[in-house]
């Protein structure tokens, strides 16, 4: 019984031929077996399987960051500490008003600096000085008070301190634009014709005493006007009076302060005459014939004034 379920000998082909599978011993590097030691670790490794069954997707993908510039990189300040502004800089923080109150003081505290200070600021020129006093005219209006009569003595007493302010400044300006100060006779002209017109619009009052204030600017201002008219005649410069329309611009001056301004009238008339000029300025008053006859026309058809410029006398 054990013969039959004995074991079948084994085939042909299983047999060991040493001819046909000759051992060979091959050399192997400790390189090649590097890898192959590594994977027994990591199959030995119980937690490879869960690492090889997580889902790719799930993995965080790289960040990639780019590299600071040069010029993103700031680099700390070794010596920061408080301290004052620079001269230059403190002068950038400073309005108009502030630097003005610091050059006073300056002047006051130093009385040299002055003619330095007077030697490097430029030139006033016509427009910003009139800008200037149009702020004092500006001072003045918003000085009145609300409601009541804004030609009393009440009313005065409010706006005397900004009415003085103006006239003080009107006589420290004008003689900056008078000869010899002053060469040009247009620059001198052009400023005239705007102080004028301020003091124009200076207010009335019911005092007399108090409306003293304005006949005195109406005499110093016509001086002014005798004074460059003088001076334009003896410089050469009585054509651009006669040509440029400054004897009608003198005249309807004189209209507007009744007569306050004859002063200047009258040069200006001397100059004329002079040099010839067949157009007189005419006084306060008087009017040619030929004058009369065209402004009863234009009375008689409702045009009188309507080429002249509109001012406004007396309180706003």
Not at 167 to 185: G, K
Not at 198 to 221: F, M, T, V
Request: aromatic share 6%; proline share 10%; charged share 20%.
């Amino acid at each position: 019984m054990n013969s039959v379920i004995s074991t079948p000998p084994p085939l042909p082909h299983q047999l060991y031929n040493p001819r046909l599978s000759p051992s060979r011993s091959m050399p192997y590097s400790s390189s090649s077996l590097a890898p192959s030691r590594k994977r027994k670790a990591e199959d030995d490794d119980p937690k490879a399987d869960d690492r090889m069954s997580t889902s790719p997707s799930n993995s965080p993908a790289p960040t990639s960051q780019p590299l600071p510039s040069q010029r993103q990189i700031k680099r700390p300040r070794s010596s920061l500490v408080g301290r004052p502004l620079t001269l230059p800089r403190l002068l950038e923080t400073l309005d108009a008003e502030s630097l003005r109150a610091i050059l006073k003081t300056l002047c006051d505290r130093h009385p040299a600096v002055t003619p330095e200070v007077v030697a490097t600021a430029p030139r006033p020129n016509v427009a910003s000085t009139l800008n200037v006093l149009k702020t004092y005219e500006e001072t003045l209006r918003s000085s009145y008070p609300f409601g009541g009569n804004s030609t009393s003595d009440y009313a005065y007493n409010r706006v005397r301190p900004a009415l003085q302010a103006i006239l003080d400044a009107l006589t420290d300006f004008t003689p900056h634009f008078l000869p010899p100060n002053e060469t040009q006779a247009n620059q001198s002209l052009n400023f005239l014709d705007g102080a004028t017109d301020i003091i124009h619009r200076l207010p009335e009052w019911d005092s007399y005493q108090n409306n003293l204030h304005k006949q005195n600017a109406y005499d110093e201002i016509a001086k002014a006007w005798a004074i460059v008219l003088r001076e334009a005649a003896t410089r050469g410069g009585g054509f651009q009076l006669q040509y440029g329309g400054w004897d009608q611009k003198l005249a309807k001056h004189n209209e507007i302060a009744k007569g306050k301004m004859q002063e200047a009238v009258e040069e200006m008339g001397n100059v004329l005459g002079w040099m010839g000029g067949q157009g007189q300025v005419q006084p306060f008053g008087e009017r040619p014939e030929n004058d009369l006859q065209s402004v009863r026309q234009e009375l008689l058809s409702g045009t009188y004034g309507a080429n002249l410029p509109s001012v406004r006398v007396g309180p706003w």
